[in-house]
């Protein structure tokens, strides 16, 4: 069974321009720059009905106090980036902000105070909207560097996906995977049970499979991940974080020609490939074909 999907991926860097244009490379289309009121600033990679996004802190002097109770989106990521770029936060789809606080409450996760904003963002045509969201925080103090909260768009779809930011050079078309790398992903079951659903989460041999909609988030021990990808950037022990995601394409031979173009190095495994580098931040990404696609 699937449980509550993935909305977004935040991939934070401490250059806003540089990220852009490793994901220009990569072969993804990216909306124009947008700037939060609480000094972090984005660009997304709009697929079908999630994306990722690329983050930076842009304006340090508008990151406010830190409150008891609050969570500071702009204070966590200035905070997480000061150990290295990298994979920071999921955000997950809302059932809307208040049933989301609900059920959490009723399941007994560690809740933030409610957060809301909103931003411009940049049409196609060069004219500007504005869209808000709100945002419901679900923490858990074994993860201090992966952070899940559930993403309440308050504006019609149509201000926000457009066709001409969801058309890719690499074909990409959805997230497929989140990676996470953990030793004692156990122990966290009863967490994911609850953020995302009890029918959706798997214990494995070595780690927990969990159904987020069409995209499975995957815990695994560090030698499980370093045998599937051989010579990636995994780490030594420590806390568990996000090591990586996967996107799927409409077509890897069409993903491979934009990669390569690129420059850069990947291997290729039947309809998927995968690269990580410190242009990528060490993150790994996985490109894999869609069933049915030729």
């Known amino acids: 069974m699937t449980g509550r999907a993935i909305d977004h991926i935040v991939l934070s860097h401490h250059d806003m321009g540089a990220l852009a244009a490793v994901y220009d490379r990569l072969g993804f289309t990216l909306t124009p720059p947008a700037q939060h009121p609480f000094g972090t600033g984005n660009q997304l990679a709009q ?3 999630n994306f990722i996004e690329l ?28 150990a290295g770029d990298g994979f920071s936060m999921i955000a997950l789809k809302s059932h809307g902000w208040q049933a989301d606080r609900a ?35 679900a923490t858990h103090p074994a993860l201090p560097r ?37 030793d004692d992903s156990q122990t966290l079951q009863p967490y994911f049970e609850a953020l995302i659903g009890r029918d959706a989460v798997t214990a494995l041999d070595d780690g927990l499979a969990v159904q987020a909609g069409q995209a499975m988030i995957s815990l695994t021990s560090r030698s499980e991940l370093s045998e599937r990808f051989l010579g990636a950037s995994i ?30 190095a990947y291997q290729r495994r039947g309809n998927s490939l995968w690269l990580c580098s410190a242009d990528t931040s060490n993150v790994i990404i996985e490109f894999t074909q869609t069933q049915g696609s030729e």
């Open 235 to 264: 780490g030594s022990a420590g806390e568990p974080r996000f090591i990586g995601y996967g996107v799927a394409v409409r077509d890897i031979n069409v993903a491979e020609t934009a990669i390569s173009k690129g420059g850069f």
């Open 146 to 182: 992966a952070v899940f909260f559930t993403c309440d768009h308050q504006h019609e779809p149509q201000h926000f996906y457009k066709p001409q930011f969801q058309t890719h050079a690499n074909s990409a078309v959805g997230i497929a995977e989140v990676m996470m790398v953990c």
């Open 55 to 82: 983050l930076a802190v842009t304006r340090p002097q508008d990151i406010p106090a830190a409150l008891a109770g609050h969570f500071s989106f702009g204070g966590y990521n200035q905070d997480y980036l000061k």
């Open 103 to 137: 059920h959490f409450e009723a399941e007994g996760l560690d809740l933030s105070a409610p957060f809301e904003f909103s931003r411009l963002a940049r049409q196609p045509d060069g004219t500007e909207v504005t869209v808000g969201f709100k945002l419901t925080f």
């Open 47 to 49: 697929l079908d009905g």
